[in-house]
């Protein structure tokens, strides 16, 4: 940006409140003001001759990703989670912020040119703006993160390089992040890139993708020499660029890029659980879902529909329904909570607790452990893996009708799928439903219908529990497994919980963005 030259000190009325620290007096432009959530801006029209001057310039993306600037009319507020960075150069106050507008964000810089007599002020009101935007009475962010971006260019619809430069990284770059970009190159590779990585260096990786690629990367800090401490330093965020988005549903409560690179700047971090899957003698992390039956194979088995986006899955649902909808099983669950009301009853005291103090979370996943502490190295599996006996709690059943065989970590599959409404976080708990695949089509439209509005757990044909673990084995020969919407060898395989292992960056720390379940009867 061009330096504008500096109002002369004749040319601007003396200012009022000089002393006042949450004040930023103008002269006859105005003045600045940090209010409880809000900076303000009482101005004049700031153009007058004789005043300082307060222009806004608008970031639009345009249509081929350039970018235009175009001047706006300036806001009274700006709410302090909506600003990005504020800084003073050659006399010229500019500060970023995003302009939240019908389920998008635009950027958004205010330009304010500085009277010689103001500079100082100015700079410990820069400094008091900061503070403020990454750390409110209602969330508390790092500023300046340091991310790792790695975009998967065959993401959703093969534009996700194109969805990165034009809505995310122009407000990384506006909140002074400090990135580094890596596009992945083949199967796999996220992993990989996520095991090498120096994790001294960043604060967040940060998947331009769908879910394939968080979870190729907990599975590579997982590989890591000293996997728990990589799983607590890096928090794995994922920016909507895949056909499926659970994560960013999640976390960052939307599917829109804009909007959740300005939940990535401003989120909070916290720590999450994760899902240790052991078949024959691999061991991966799973941090959303693990699933036997329709889900399954309306999940993989519709990849050539992944032109459509999440509709792919309603589509798989409907067609599996016309024709099969039985998977036989032999399945043992560790329950830790089977009754309805009791798993309400847990979320809505959390819910409750959270929403009382959201600037509170206990941010257990920094409180790092020493390099050379065994306790570095991932959670001995508590309940052994699927080549182990069974352990002593654990009754394996037949279950020959079984139609979906879902447990997950997250509440949302896709934007329309609020299967697990009481999920949190870090409650050390999985979420399980079972449906039986014998149950009329209209019955199993119904649950389809349910799950958008978070009411599955309320059906009669489904089995809701919490559960530490499980084992599974199919009786069939082939099919689909989907562990995080990544399929694995169709065999018997074995879960359990680890409590909070894993760190993401989310809108409201302590619990997802979906609607939580109705209340208790
Ligand atoms: N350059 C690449 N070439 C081929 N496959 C890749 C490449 N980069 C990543 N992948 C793979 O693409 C898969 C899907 O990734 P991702 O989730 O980002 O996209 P998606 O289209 O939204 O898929 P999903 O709907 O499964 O979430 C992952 O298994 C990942 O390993």
Redesign the pocket.
Known sequence: MEASPPPSDEEISPPKNINNPLELNLGAAGALLLGENELRLSQDSGTAPGTARIVEETQDPGCCGLGRKGHGQLPNTILYYDILWAELRDFVLTISYAQRIRKTATLHTLVISIPAASVSEASEFIERLIDRAYNSSSFKSQPRKRIKVLI??????GR?AKIYSKHIEPFFKAAACQIEVE?????????EIAQRLNIEDFDVVA??????????VFNGLAKQKYPRRALRKLAVCQLP??????MSWNLNGTDDPALAALTVVKGVRMPMDLVSVTQGNTRTLSFLSQAVGIIAEC?LGTEDL?WMG?TRFTIGYVKRLMTKTIWPVDVAIGTAISETNEIKRAYHHVHSEISKRPDTIPDVSLTLLSEDDSANDLPTLRFGSINDALPDTWLMKPYPNLGNFYAGNMAYMTANSNVFPTSLPADGLMDLICVNGDISRRRAMQLADATGSGALIDSADVKYQKIVGYRIVPRQKDGYISID??RIPFGGFQAEVHHGLGTVLGKVGGIYMAKGPSSVE
């Open positions: 998967n260019p065959h993401g959703g619809r996700a596009h992945t190159t083949h199967h796999k590779h996220g992993e998947c331009c993708s769908g879910d394939g690629l968080p979870h190729e660029c895949g056909s499926g988005n659970g999940d992944r999440d919407g990544e």
